[in-house]
């Protein structure tokens, strides 16, 4: 059975730092896109970061840029998102996913991937 599992999040002041794992137990996903979403209350879901493969090329969100890095660790099948300079509007359930295959086409589309997580919740107060 595949398993993500997300940790990590956490209650903390604007400005301050988090960094979220997640470890995929089940199969191998290191030449599969993995990605993180994100869901505020009475919001959909939307794209954060996504990560091609472990040795690819990264995309972000406009919302995250410059403040959000996505990483990769085949060996450990984990995907990390580490979180800077957070603010009130980054509070939401953050979500893991990742594709069944290798395409990487449409990477910000939540309904091209195949697994999720159950999510953690980060919570940023001023």
């Known amino acids: 059975q595949v398993y993500l599992e997300e940790s990590g999040g956490g209650l903390v002041q604007a400005g301050d730092s988090l960094r979220l794992s997640c470890v995929a137990t089940g199969r191998t996903f290191s030449n599969y896109p993995m990605a993180w979403f994100r869901q505020a209350p009475g919001k959909a879901r939307e794209f954060v970061a996504v990560?091609?493969?472990?040795?690819?090329?990264?995309y972000y969100a406009d919302s995250v840029k410059g403040r959000f890095t996505i990483s990769r660790d085949g060996a450990k099948n984990a995907v990390y998102l580490q979180m800077n300079s957070l603010q009130s509007e980054d509070t939401a359930v953050y979500y893991c996913a990742a594709r069944g295959s290798t395409s990487v086409a449409n990477w910000y589309v939540t309904r091209t991937y195949d697994y999720w997580g159950q999510g953690t919740q980060v919570t940023v107060s001023s």
């Open positions: 990560a091609t493969w472990s040795a690819g090329d990264t």
